[in-house]
């Protein structure tokens, strides 16, 4: 979902050692530094800003608050992170992240030729790149007449597919979490609608239920039209008629997790979402395809259309990211995995039928899927 990115980061940016312990960074330093001698890359560059962080918070923990950050991983040696930030903000940058050189990037050229002398050798290297595509020009720019001729880059997205789609024990529970204060904020924001039938007073109170249980981020969208649109908070607090169709989305020690919130829907609308979020629920297993559920969820529909809102898709994995991978939409090929965790969605937008919205975050298992976090139940007329 396209939210509205809040310019000033609230919550708690640190890193917590007790659920992400530096040895399970190191198994993910591991895995990277392998993929980096079968590929041939001298080292890697993992770029992350405010708004999209995943790849550069799964290889350091660090996110940034504001501006960016770039890690500097070689293949042997210590890696160095950089951060947007002056000398004075270090000592706290410092708190987030397990790498122990962390460098102010406003110079940029005093705290990046350092580093890279000690990887100069015969002939040029190349390095790989991740999340470049993000980038700013101006820093790609100044990235570039560092480097000159003696170090290429490469795109490297693809080669090292980062975050991975399988979670491990430890990112489950953090995802938990996530889950855990996302159901909180959207029962709050059901509960709040049914009393005073303005959606946006609903979604602030959603909010703050998410930031007093310590969210980092909260992402909401509202419907002002009986659910055809979903637009961000413009603080008009009118009220309006049913249904209520609203999104949700919180961060909570870097993972997010995200929920539909529909109220009052046509009994048509909501029935027939509910059958194909239960659709999707039940074939979402380790291999199945991303097209096979759409197909799932439009049967279970039919022969109302897919809510225009999805973009034509009925899920994508979710984690460290909003979105992470491919979307499950017609024709999609990419398969579930076995530990990985889901945003499953499903929507109906019909004259007749009426409008409505619904989702769950599951991870799959061996066995089916576990509901990590769903849409609030319906409360009867």
Request: hydrophobic share 45%.
């Amino acid at each position: 979902m396209q939210t509205m990115h809040p310019s000033i980061m609230l919550g708690s940016y640190v890193w917590a050692q007790d659920r992400l312990p530096a040895d399970e960074f190191s198994l993910r330093l591991d895995e990277l530094r392998a993929a980096m001698a079968r590929h041939g890359f001298a080292a890697v560059l993992v770029y992350g800003d405010a708004r999209e962080h995943a790849a550069l918070a799964y290889v350091s923990n660090f996110i940034p608050r504001m501006r960016w950050g770039l890690a500097l991983v070689p293949r042997a040696g210590e890696p160095r992170l950089l951060c947007s930030m002056s000398t004075r903000d270090l000592p706290a940058m410092r708190t987030m992240t397990w790498i122990a050189d962390v460098q102010s990037g406003w110079e940029l050229d005093k705290a990046l030729d350092p580093w890279l002398a000690r990887l100069e050798g015969e002939g040029p290297m190349t390095f790989g790149t991740i999340g470049f595509d993000i980038m700013a020009p101006v820093l790609h720019q100044a990235l570039r007449k560092s480097f000159g001729e003696r170090f290429a880059l490469q795109q490297a997205d693809d080669v090292f597919n980062i975050p991975a789609a399988r979670k491990r024990s430890r990112e489950l529970t953090m995802l938990r979490a996530s889950c855990k204060v996302l159901n909180a904020a959207a029962k709050v924001f059901a509960e709040n609608w049914r009393s005073s039938h303005t959606p946006e007073t609903a979604a602030l109170a959603a909010e703050r239920t998410a930031r007093s249980l310590a969210a980092q981020d909260v992402r909401t969208l509202v419907s002002l039209d009986g659910g055809r649109t979903l637009v961000p908070f413009a603080g008009r607090f009118e009220q309006k008629p049913g249904p209520l169709v609203g999104y949700l989305a919180v961060k909570v020690m870097g993972y997010w997790a995200d929920a539909f919130v529909t109220e009052e829907a046509a009994p048509a609308a909501a029935r027939k979402t509910e059958a194909a979020l239960d659709a999707l629920i039940a074939n979402a297993r380790p291999g199945a395809r991303g097209g096979e559920l759409f197909l799932c969820a439009t049967a279970a529909l039919a022969p109302a259309k897919l809510h225009p809102v999805l973009g034509g898709s009925v899920g994508h994995g979710i984690g460290l990211s909003l979105n992470e991978g491919a979307e499950f939409c017609a024709g999609a090929d990419v398969a579930l995995e076995a530990d990985g965790v889901y945003a499953l969605q499903a929507g109906i937008a019909d004259g007749e039928a009426g409008h409505a919205l619904l989702s769950a975050v599951v991870r799959v298992t061996a066995t089916g899927a576990e509901v990590l976090a769903r849409s609030p139940t319906q409360a009867s007329p």
